[in-house]
């Protein structure tokens, strides 16, 4: 199985900030990556795919980058609605294997 | 509007076999490319993948879980269940049923899960 490590596993930042979120992966999934928000007591929603492309309907402030075994999520400016969790997932081989997640905080 | 969800006991004892039911609309099971996950989260853990069942009924289970788990669709009702046999308590968590979707770019084949259901919560204690 391919082993997805986060980091940090929680942060705490502040309406505005600039937060990255990043993923590695124990070995190369090229681009075959994928970025999930958690709210509490909700199921993920879909941010990002194929490590860049956003989902539509997300907004324009989440990005995504990477390749091979290092990615990156990045908020450019921290919404309130935002506080959740972020999981990455990889999707090149079977099992997908997710994240152990990051949990963003006030 | 694509739309999942989860139905089944919230409550089964140790060795028991657990039975879950994912009902969905909006899309069909006998689209090609098209897939139903499952996927379980622990109270306060990460995200597990369990199962994923295909529109031509092809199936692929975790590894780890692949001898208690057994996935079976049913077209006509936008269903897919799940079992898992032999229930122990570190099994309890919010399983949750998933739409797979997928494309091929330049590097090979893509996918992810695009809609989700609410998740139900099953609880394993004697």
């Known amino acids: 199985d391919i082993l997805m490590t986060q980091s940090p596993s929680s942060l705490s930042a502040s309406v505005g900030d600039r937060v990255t979120i990043t993923c590695r992966a124990s070995q190369s999934i090229i681009n075959s990556l994928n970025w999930y928000q958690q709210k509490p007591g909700k199921a993920p929603k879909l941010l990002i795919y194929a490590a860049s492309t956003l989902q539509s309907g997300v907004p324009s402030r989440f990005s995504g980058s990477g390749s091979g075994t290092d990615f990156t999520l990045v908020i450019s400016a921290l919404q309130r609605e935002d506080f959740a969790s972020y999981y990455c997932q990889q999707s090149f081989s079977i099992p997908p294997t997710f994240g152990g997640g990051t949990k963003v905080e006030i | 509007q694509i739309t999942l969800k989860e139905s089944g006991p919230t409550l089964v004892k140790p060795t028991q076999t657990l039975t879950l039911t994912c009902t969905f609309s909006?899309?069909?099971?006998?689209?090609?490319?098209?897939?139903v996950g499952w996927i379980r989260q622990p109270p306060g853990k990460a995200l597990e993948w369990l199962a994923l069942?295909?529109?031509?009924?092809?199936?692929r289970y975790s590894p780890s879980l692949e001898s208690r788990l057994t996935l079976t669709k049913d077209t006509s009702k936008n269903q897919v269940v799940l079992s898992m046999t032999n229930m122990d308590p570190v099994d309890t968590a919010t399983y949750f049923c998933a739409r797979r979707e997928g494309f091929y770019d330049s590097t090979g084949l893509q996918y992810y899960f695009d809609y989700w259901g609410q998740g139900a919560l099953v609880t394993v204690s004697s």
């Open positions: 069942i295909f529109w031509d009924d092809e199936k």
């Open positions: 909006g899309f069909s099971l006998t689209t090609p490319g098209v897939g």
